[in-house]
């Protein structure tokens, strides 16, 4: 059945393809000032025929990808789920994006992404997840291992519907930016010279819920992360399991830098991601996404988990309550006088005795730890929901490369290569088959055929998909982090309405000039000797490098 409706809109696409060039001609020409383009290069299609959109406006990174355009069902797919990631859900009971809480992250994905891209750094002061745009997540992790702490949940929830109380009162967290001077002055050989920051994030114990009943947290240490671009990552799925393994054994090979040892060694995996929590039968994959290399394939991925644990809002595939892994906050939620006197009339709205008998016993202590505690909760969003939430989020096109016959821009590219840039950040990959791969079994048989497939496309996303070490300031948890891919990325202020271009994974980076010379401000840095090289530029051929990395 697929493979039928694949040809079909394959052949759809290779007739339109005249028209396309046309428009993409014109597109090229308004960003470039350079003339009339006659051919375009294959690194202007960063997604590939299949997988390219040509919108360079502030919706540049909301475009669907052409595979889902010249397909009508699955078109509709990917506008319902679209209006998924969009809208607020609520703590209703019933109705449309209902389910909210009882502990959650944010009510909305688009809080954390806005205008679908990377999140927006944020100003010194109070930590407002409110507010849309600040897609930084809480980090908070064990300093003598960096484990994350088990009486959190991974990605810490400060917000709660009553009358149960957030794990962590989000109006003590406080953000602060450092400035920051690296080995060579913030300054180039030439005398131009930029500046550096860092943000550090503080959470008092006492905004820590469980603290203040009388739980002993012991040491714990907060980093930031923000929130990477969405769109694209059903291409990069399409990456077949074995050129992403050839990667780590020529990377191994080579000997330039150490690979992370808790994931890949002498020639073979050390570690991959599986699923038997949510269905899933323990199929080793791969690890690809996060910056923490955490997540396996997308239908798996960050995505996928965070529509459930973002929201706290239920899925057939995921009938419990996001919470922490120690069952902390449900054994002191239980306990919590304030709690116990509402928890009857909460829970009356919840279902009813004979639904649950286990919730409406004579010990409202018992019942409220069940209810927090149970792996048969209603289910609030549709198996329809989840499907075109995930049509839309492997549907995301990427927007085609600007300025391509720019002299200044294919200089930056030669430089970039030249640098030694593309050795972490490679330029372009060829997708494989595009198997669809669920390690939770929800998208197998029939709902696989549901998604868009994108196999065997040249894309550009210039990253190797491994991680490697900068040794910055106040660095990321563990010190490892996956090259992030850099397609789209010079269109974050347009999309987004930042401030700042807010690269690197903190977003302390707020030009792309910044983000170049953090990757050099340790000598231990995977890209210590590339920043060097950089530096012994030109001014002018600096700036063509920035660019290039503006216009990919």
């Not at 029939?446 to 065997?456: E, F, I, S, T, V």
Request: contains cysteine.
């Amino acid at each position: 059945m697929y493979l039928k409706k694949y040809s079909f809109y394959v052949a759809a696409l290779l007739s339109a393809s005249f028209f396309l060039t046309a428009c993409e001609d014109d597109k090229v020409d308004d960003n470039s000032g350079g003339g009339t383009t006659t051919e375009l290069p294959d690194w202007y299609y960063t997604g590939g025929e299949l997988g390219t959109a040509f919108v360079t406006t502030q919706t540049a990174f909301e475009q669907s990808t052409p595979v889902v355009d010249a397909d009508a069902m699955m078109t509709a797919s990917f506008n319902r789920g679209e209006q998924f990631f969009e809208k607020p859900f609520n703590s209703n009971v019933s109705g449309t994006r209902h389910g909210l809480g009882p502990v959650y992250v944010r009510n909305s994905c688009i809080h954390c992404h806005p205008g679908y891209g990377h999140g927006k750094s944020q100003a010194a002061g109070s930590f407002n997840t409110t507010q849309i745009g600040n897609g930084y997540l809480l980090v908070v992790y064990n300093p003598a291992t960096d484990g994350y702490v088990p009486w959190l949940a991974g990605m810490p929830q400060s917000k709660a519907i009553e009358p149960f109380k957030a794990p962590l009162d989000e109006s003590q967290i406080m953000l602060s930016w450092h400035d920051y001077t690296d080995g060579f002055g913030n300054k180039f050989p030439d005398g131009e010279t930029y500046q550096l920051r860092y943000p550090e994030v503080e959470i008092p114990k006492s905004a820590i819920y469980i603290a203040n009943k009388g739980y002993d947290i012991g040491d714990y240490a907060v980093r930031l992360e923000s929130t990477i671009g969405i769109y694209g990552t059903g291409l990069l799925d399409a990456i077949s399991d074995e050129d992403l393994k050839a990667e780590y054994i020529q990377k191994e090979k080579d000997g330039y830098m150490t690979l992370n040892p808790s994931i890949f060694a002498n020639g073979d995996w050390v570690k991959q991601y599986s699923n038997t929590a949510q269905g899933g039968d323990g199929t080793l994959y791969p690890l690809r996404y996060t910056y923490a290399l955490s997540r396996g394939p997308l239908q798996d991925a960050a995505g996928a988990n965070a529509f459930w644990n973002i929201t706290n809002a239920t899925r057939s595939d995921r009938t419990f309550h996001y919470l922490d892994g120690a069952g902390t906050y449900a054994t002191y939620s239980s306990k919590d006088p304030d709690v116990q006197a509402a928890f009857p009339a909460y829970i009356a709205t919840i279902s009813t005795p004979e639904e649950h008998p286990e919730w409406f016993t004579d010990n409202v202590e018992s019942n409220i730890y069940n209810y927090l505690t149970s792996k048969n909760l209603p289910v609030e969003v549709s198996d329809q929901n989840y499907i075109d939430l995930m049509v839309w989020h492997r549907g995301l096109a990427v927007p085609a490369a600007r300025n391509v016959d720019d002299e200044e821009v294919l200089r930056g590219k030669e430089l970039f290569s030249e640098l030694g840039c593309t050795y972490c950040h490679k330029p372009s990959w060829t997708t494989g088959d595009d198997e669809i791969r669920d390690p939770a079994r929800f998208f197998v048989g029939d709902k696989a055929d549901l998604l868009p497939r994108y196999p065997h496309q040249k894309i550009w996303p210039y990253t190797d998909m491994i991680q490697h070490r900068l040794h910055m300031v106040n660095d990321i948890r563990t010190g490892w982090c996956r090259t992030t891919p850099l397609w789209g990325r010079g269109l974050h202020q347009r999309c987004t309405g930042a401030e700042y271009i807010d690269r690197l994974h903190d977003c302390r980076a707020r030009t792309t000039l910044e983000a170049i010379m953090w990757h050099g401000t340790s000598e231990e840095s995977d890209a210590y000797r590339t920043v060097v090289k950089f530096r012994e530029l030109s001014k002018a051929d600096r700036d063509a490098v920035v660019k290039f990395l503006d216009s990919i």
